[in-house]
């Protein structure tokens, strides 16, 4: 019913449904949402989105999957050296 002590209450639904849909603290830097910013029926939410990644958290905007591929395969190589290795992966769909 309300944002938690020392948070701001920066957004509520037009229904009333949810008093805080969005809270932030600017001194702090933390910034939560009551909803799915990512889903394509939320309004603004790629903006929501790109606000906090460029605003909030100051990314560049420059990654790729195929560098952080690049990066990540480059670093195991690293720490792992010549030894073998067993790796099980998941589709994600277990």
Known sequence: SRAPEGFDCLADTKAGTCPVAAFGSDERRIYGVQFHPEVVHTQ????????????VCHAKGDWTMSGFVEEQVAALKKKIGDKKVLCAMSGGVD
Do not use: P, Q, T
């Open 44 to 55: 603004y939410g790629e903006n929501i989105l790109k606000n906090f990644l460029y605003g």
